[in-house]
C-alpha cells in the first residue's frame, strides 16, 4: 500500500498530555509508509501553539486554522482546503473542538474520520459543557474511534459508540524524546546542593489532587531534610494551591516552576514523582518518569493502576489516604534498593507496552484497514 497521508487536528489549550500525545506521534512514524501533517486552531494571540512550533519537520508540514473566538464554523472551510490540498487520506482528532469541526470537514473533503478521545473533564461551565456533550454525541459518526485506556472504552459504549468502531491502542511515550534528554550531558546532573526534589508534572487543576500533595509534603518535609517539593506546570487552581503554601510550615520549600520546556531534565532529578489525581486516563507524565528512571507513588485510580504495580513498577495507596501516601513516599525516601528495583521495572514496564512507536505502529494499521478497497465506502451513520 502507498504512503497514508494523515492530518492530525488539535485545539491546544496548553502543552499537556494531548499536546505532547500528537507529538510523540509524529516522532515515531514510519516516514515511508505514512506523512503526518498537523492542523492547530489559532483562537487568540497568547494561545500556547509550542505543539505547532515542535512538530517534527520530517513528518509533514503544519498548518494554522485561525478562529474568531473559541468555536468558528468557518474554520471548517480552512480545513477542507488543507485536505483537498494535501490530498490528505484519514483526519486524525483530539478534543471534542476537534472533533466536531474535524468531522463536519472530514465528511465535506470524503475523507476517513478517526478521533482519539484523551479524557473528558467534568467540572466545567454550562456552555462548555454543552459543547464537550455534542462533541462525545457525534464519536459514533466516526469510521474509527481510538481510546487510549480501557476505562475511556466504557465511556464509548456510553457514547452509543458502536463497537466495530472502538479500537483500543494503548497510550505511548516517546522514548526517543527521553533517551535523547538524558543523553544531553546537563539532564543528569545533581541539584543544587542540599536540595531533594520531589515533585509533580501536569496541569494545576483540581482533579490533580494536588492540595493532598501539599498536605502529604507537609508531613514529609519535617522529616527529611532538604525535601523540595517542583510543581512543573500551570493551571486555574495555583492562587488557591499557593494560598494553602503560605499557611503551611513547608510552604517555602515548594516551589511554582510553571511551564518548562525543560521538563524532561527537571523531571530526572526527581527522588520520586506523586500523583494525587482523582481522574485520569493513562497519565503521559507517569510514563515519562517511569522512563527516566523516577520512582512513582501514587493514588489507586483506574488508568494509573494500569501502569504501577504495587510494590513492582511504583507505590499506589487508597484515593484520598494522605497518610498512606506520606507512609509510602518515606518508604521510597529511605529505602534506595526498593528505589532502584522499582524504578528497573518501571522502564522495563515502558518499553514493552507504552512505547509510542509501538502506537504509532497500530495507528497505521487501523489507518490501512480503513483504506482497505472492503471499506472503500466512506460512511458517516452510526451501526
Known amino acids: 500500500m502507498s504512503q497514508i497521508k494523515v492530518l492530525q487536528f488539535i485545539s491546544p489549550s496548553g502543552f499537556y498530555g494531548a499536546e ?59 480545513l477542507v482546503n488543507i485536505i483537498r490540498k494535501r490530498e490528505i487520506d484519514v483526519i486524525l482528532t483530539h478534543g471534542y473542538k476537534s472533533d466536531i469541526l474535524g468531522l463536519i470537514a472530514g465528511r465535506i473533503a470524503g475523507i476517513r474520520c478517526v478521533s482519539t478521545p484523551h479524557g473528558f473533564s467534568g467540572n466545567v461551565g454550562f456552555k462548555l459543557k454543552m459543547f464537550i456533550r455534542l462533541g462525545t454525541s457525534i464519536l459514533r459518526y466516526f469510521d474509527a474511534v481510538a481510546p487510549l485506556s480501557e476505562e475511556l472504552i466504557e465511556d464509548m459504549h456510553r457514547f452509543r459508540v458502536p463497537s466495530s468502531k472502538i479500537r483500543f491502542i494503548r497510550n505511548g511515550v516517546d522514548i526517543k524524546d527521553i533517551d535523547a534528554t538524558l543523553a544531553n550531558p546537563g539532564s543528569r546532573e545533581k541539584s543544587e546542593a542540599g536540595i531533594r526534589p520531589i515533585g509533580f508534572v501536569g496541569q494545576l487543576i483540581p482533579r490533580k489532587g494536588l492540595l493532598d500533595l501539599l498536605s502529604a509534603f507537609e508531613g514529609l518535609h519535617e522529616h527529611h531534610q532538604g525535601l523540595e517539593l517542583q510543581l512543573i506546570g500551570e ?3 495555583r492562587p488557591q494551591l499557593e494560598e494553602k503554601c503560605a499557611r503551611m510550615k513547608a510552604g517555602q520549600a515548594v516551589k511554582f516552576l510553571g511551564f518548562r520546556e525543560d521538563r524532561l531534565e527537571l523531571l530526572s532529578k526527581f527522588e520520586m514523582f506523586v500523583m494525587t489525581s482523582s481522574l485520569e486516563g493513562i ?57 532502584a528495583t522499582l524504578t528497573a521495572n518501571a522502564r522495563t514496564r515502558v518499553e514493552e507496552v507504552y512505547s509510542a ?17 472492503r471499506n472503500s465506502t466512506v460512511t458517516g451513520g452510526a451501526d
Not at 503521559?284 to 522512563?291: G, I, K, N
Not at 499506589?316 to 518508604?331: F, T, Y
Not at 512507536?357 to 478497497?373: G, H, I, K, N, T
Open 20 to 78: 505532547r500525545w500528537v507529538l510523540a506521534f509524529a516522532n515515531n512514524i514510519d516516514p515511508q509508509r505514512m506523512r503526518c501533517d498537523l492542523a492547530v486552531t489559532r483562537e487568540s494571540p497568547n494561545q500556547d501553539l509550542r505543539v505547532a512550533d515542535f512538530h517534527p519537520d520530517s513528518a509533514g508540514q503544519v498548518h494554522y486554522v485561525d478562529m474568531a473566538g473559541r468555536f468558528d464554523i468557518r474554520s471548517v472551510k480552512t
Open 235 to 237: 493551571g486555574r487552581q
Open 283 to 339: 497519565p503521559r507524565c507517569l510514563m515519562e518518569s517511569m522512563a527516566v528512571g523516577v520512582p512513582v507513588v501514587a493514588y489507586d485510580i483506574p488508568g494509573v493502576d494500569q501502569l504501577i504495580e504495587d510494590g513492582v513498577t511504583g507505590l499506589l495507596v487508597p484515593h484520598g489516604d494522605v497518610c498512606a501516601l506520606v507512609e509510602a513516599c518515606n518508604k521510597l525516601l529511605v529505602d534506595p534498593e526498593l528505589k
Open 357 to 373: 512507536r509501538r502506537m504509532a505502529d497500530e495507528y497505521l494499521e487501523l489507518f490501512q484497514q480503513l483504506m482497505s478497497p
